[in-house]
């Protein structure tokens, strides 16, 4: 059973649920009519409500033509109806979201006319008014090719004009956001208490369309969105009076800023992340003045960053020029030598004729040796051997032999 259907008197789009009194505001139409249409495949719908105020019968679309494949009638495949199904959900939950966000303004979701008869309906959109500012919110989800986005915005200016604000807000899936290896930036807005971390995405070739053509990217997750800045590698040239080497050879490679729009030529994107109800805080409309200011700051702490890098360079320039400090020879002192005092005056000599007395001698004492500890050793004489017959007998047989 179809759900939901375009009107095409007023642009809207017209939800139905289970609630039997949930299309007691809307004008009834027969298929015949064409007043509502399809937003599957685009053919007229016929609207079926209730007779009166006590009726339980459920309202519902209808294709005035049915069978056992399609009992609704719809010829869109089924595949097909489920993806406008639920990209329609997606805008009915942010509407909802920013209707509590944005208290005061007038939110509604319209349908665009589709650029070719019988053609779908262009996705919805959201549009808030508020001070005489209107703004237009594409939810796009899942794929989209450039041929898609001419279509949305040429939907969009031709039913609101070029003065609308067109605002694309992605959420974070595969299709567009798109990280490619970056990580997150450290960054320090001029005046800030302490340094903050920003997202990185690198921007895909619709979302460079879309800021092409006047529209703004931006990204939401829950109650918080993301404002895209261009992020451009830079690297300081070389002056004259400059040396970027040792410890400033760092400093050469660095970055600046594009905003409030990010130029074609960055090579990734910063996302300031702010609160949804800021978009409309103090202003009159809808602007991300928030967004915009922390991007300012951060412009002016660039200045500042580089002017402190150039100034290191030139420090370290004019310490190498300084010619190196001579060195220092040491002087050898010369060691004092000592003081000899003159010797006395001699006095005259007597002249008597005589030699001069010899001085006598000093006697030494004589050296006494110590007493020894034990008596002298005294080899013990032999005693004479008797002579008796038996040693005369032995001397006579020695001297036979």
């Known amino acids: 059973m179809t ?3 375009r009107d095409t008197v007023t642009g809207q789009l017209v939800t139905l649920t289970a609630d039997p009194g949930s299309a007691d505001l809307f004008a009834p139409g027969p298929v015949s ?5 399809c937003m599957s495949c685009g053919e007229s719908v016929g609207l079926s409500r209730r007779s009166g105020p006590h009726s339980s019968y459920a309202p519902r679309f209808s294709h005035g033509h049915s069978s056992e494949a399609q009992p609704d009638g719809c010829p869109a495949r089924a595949g097909v109806q489920r993806e406008v199904e639920a990209d329609l959900q997606v805008v009915i939950d942010l509407r909802d979201h920013l209707a509590k966000a944005w208290p005061g303004a007038h939110t509604l979701i319209e349908c665009p006319e589709p650029q070719l008869p019988g053609e779908p309906s262009p996705p919805a959109v959201i549009v808030a008014t508020e001070g005489g500012q209107t703004i237009v919110i594409e939810c796009p989800r899942g794929p989209l090719d450039e041929h898609g986005v001419q279509r949305r915005v040429n939907a969009v200016r031709a039913r609101y ?24 930036k450290t960054v320090w807005p001029a005046g800030a208490p302490a ?8 921007p895909t070739q619709q979302h460079l369309q879309i800021v092409a053509l006047g529209g703004s990217v931006y990204w939401i997750n829950g109650a918080t969105v993301y404002i895209p800045y261009g992020g451009h590698e830079h690297v300081h040239a070389i002056k004259a009076g400059e040396d970027w ?5 760092w400093r050469r490679r660095d970055w600046k800023i594009s905003h409030p729009r990010p130029l074609p030529g960055a090579q990734w994107w910063g996302l300031v992340p702010i ?5 409309r805080a103090n202003r009159v409309g809808f ?11 951060l412009e002016r702490s660039q200045g500042a960053r580089w002017a402190t890098a150039r100034r290191l360079a030139r420090e370290r320039d004019e310490v190498l020029r300084q010619p190196p400090p001579a060195e220092a020879v040491p002087v050898l002192t010369p060691a004092p030598r000592p003081v000899v005092p003159p010797p006395a005056p001699a006095e005259p000599a007597v002249t008597t004729g005589a030699l001069p007395e010899r001085p006598e001698p000093v006697r030494q004492p004589p050296v006494i040796p110590p007493v020894p500890v034990h008596a002298p050793y005294v080899p013990p004489v032999p005693l004479p051997q008797p002579r008796g017959p038996l040693s005369r007998l032995r001397q006579w047989m020695q001297r036979k032999r």
Do not use: C, N
């Not at 004009?161 to 997150?184: I, M, Y």
């Not at 340094?195 to 690198?202: E, I, N, W």
């Not at 080497?245 to 050879?249: H, K």
């Not at 609160?275 to 978009?279: A, F, N, T």
């Open 3 to 5: 759900l939901h259907a």
């Open 33 to 37: 009519s064409g007043r509502y249409r």
């Open 161 to 184: 004009g070029s003065g609308a604000a067109h605002v694309w807000f992605f959420t974070e899936d595969e299709h567009h956001f798109r990280q490619g290896g970056l990580r997150d």
């Open 195 to 202: 340094s903050v971390r920003h997202m990185r995405v690198r």
């Open 245 to 249: 080497g040792g410890d400033v050879a």
């Open 275 to 279: 609160g949804l109800s800021s978009l």
């Open 287 to 297: 602007h991300p003045a928030e967004a915009h200011e922390i991007m300012e700051r």
